[in-house]
């Protein structure tokens, strides 16, 4: 299967809307939206970047900047922060447009020292930052994969098989789902995250036991966020 197509790519993030708009009316209402075509397509041009499908999808249901002025005070100006379970703020469209702009930037301005390996790469299209995007998931423009960055370690890719299996992800959270009751099976199948390895790598540097797959558990995650 093309990984553009894993997970429902009609219903982005469907499971975890519904869950925000019966518990948490405020924070689904703060989702904003509907985005416009035009205003994606705007991006994709100034981003020089087409959208995975799934991606364009949210954003024409969700767009949390569509409408708004940006007063530029901030990289991450209006990121959602009620919605992801381990931190991180879910991006609108100028967020995103920023965001990567900010990491292309810092990548020319300092070299990873390994040419094939950068800190940054022009495919890929930051979703979730922090305020000021030194950790954070991407979206691989190419394949609809999605990895995470964080400064200090190397971006780990293909950590979700799409955006869909993401936010399948964050529902499951929602929901309370034990890791162990969760479905899916394989390197990047659409329930099935892989490692995460700038967290575990920093959970293991601070004496915190982690397993090499499987969810990281929610103390180390809150560690790690409030270490930032």
Not at 1 to 29: I, K, N
Not at 70 to 88: I, K, N, Q, S, T
Request: charged share 25%; hydrophobic share 40%.
């Amino acid at each position: 299967m093309d990984l553009r197509e894993a997970g429902d790519s009609g219903q982005v993030g469907s499971r975890m809307t519904a869950w925000l708009a019966r518990h948490r009316p405020a924070a689904f209402a703060a989702l904003g939206g509907p985005g416009s075509p035009e205003a994606v397509r705007a991006a994709e041009l100034r981003m020089g970047v087409a959208l995975p499908e799934q991606v364009r999808q949210w954003f024409l249901a969700h767009d949390i900047d569509a409408g708004q002025p940006h007063a530029m005070a901030a990289l991450v100006e209006r990121g959602h922060p009620d919605v992801l379970p381990g931190g991180g703020l879910l991006l609108g469209l100028g967020d995103v447009e920023r965001v990567r702009l900010h990491l292309l930037h810092t990548a020319d301005a300092v070299p990873s020292g390994d040419p094939e390996a950068p800190s940054w790469r022009g495919e890929w299209v930051p979703i979730v930052s922090e305020r000021d995007g030194f950790h954070g998931k991407f979206v691989h423009a190419s394949t609809g994969t999605v990895g995470s960055w964080c400064e200090g370690f190397a971006p780990v890719e293909c950590e979700y098989a799409s955006l869909s299996a993401f936010f399948e992800e964050v529902a499951d959270e929602l929901e309370g789902v034990p890791p162990a009751d969760r479905s899916g099976s394989g390197a990047a199948s659409a329930r099935d995250p892989l490692p995460e390895g700038p967290l575990r790598l920093w959970a293991r540097a601070h004496g915190f036991l982690v397993h090499d797959r499987g969810r990281v558990p929610r103390h180390v995650r809150e560690a790690y966020e409030a270490s930032r």
